[in-house]
T-cell receptor, first 115, second 112 residues
């Protein structure tokens, strides 16, 4: 299993600003996954963060808007840049067990509200 | 785009009744997983069923998988008020790069 801590748990932000979300895992993992959950919706994968290489972004998500860092095997950050109200969502960090073939473990999420 | 479509979108039952949720998907998979989410918090893994398995049990949970129909169901027996949550299926597509794709979810409400 893995224990994931995310900060901040929630924040209210002004339009046009940027916010960085931190994700700390209690064990070393090769891949970390960032998901977005818009209000009342399911989860959509933003990107996969690999240590030592550039993050891999899913269709519809770009590095300029969601830059990701992965400085080591236990930590990652996701920045939501130049925010608009449409970015109001829960952002979730997760890792997989079993050599990336098992279940996902999630942090509690970061709930962002953009005014 | 979403891999899985779930139905019903919402389900309201009385405590003690069984709850059944269905998930359909589109491509071949390595496994299918079910997750639970309470009130917009992080998701919790419930059960994983591999593509070569047809049925799996865990406590009050029973999951079936029909790869020919590309569908799965989650049955919660003898439901409790504490089972009230959103339930999501997630597929691990073959050749999908270890990335899970989540379904649309079912909101379950169990009333006393």
């Amino acid at each position: 299993s893995a224990v994931i801590s995310q900060k901040p748990s929630r924040d209210i932000c002004q339009r046009g600003t940027s916010l960085t979300i931190q994700c700390q895992v209690d064990s070393q993992v090769t891949m970390m996954f960032w998901y977005r959950q818009q209000p009342g919706q399911s989860l959509t994968l933003i990107a996969t963060a690999n240590q030592g290489s550039e993050a891999t972004y899913e269709s519809g998500f770009v590095i300029d808007k969601f830059p990701i860092s992965r400085p080591n095997l236990t930590f990652s950050t996701l920045t939501v840049s130049n925010m608009s109200p449409e970015d109001s969502s829960i952002y979730l960090c997760s890792v997989r067990s079993g050599g990336n073939t098992g279940e996902l473990f999630f942090g509690e999420g970061s709930r962002l509200t953009v005014l | 785009s979403q891999q899985g479509e779930e139905d019903p979108q919402a389900l309201s039952i009385q405590e003690g009744e069984n709850a059944t949720m269905n998930c359909s998907y589109k491509t071949s998979i390595n496994n299918l997983q079910w997750y639970r989410q309470n009130s917009g918090r992080g998701l919790v893994h419930l059960i994983l069923i591999r593509s070569n398995e047809r049925e799996k049990h865990s406590g009050r949970l029973r999951v079936t998988l029909d790869t020919s129909k590309k569908s799965s169901s989650l049955l919660i027996t003898a439901s409790r008020a504490a089972d009230t949550a959103s339930y999501f299926c997630a597929t691990d597509p073959t050749g999908g790069g270890n990335k899970l794709t989540f379904g649309t979810g079912t909101q379950l409400k169990v009333e006393l």
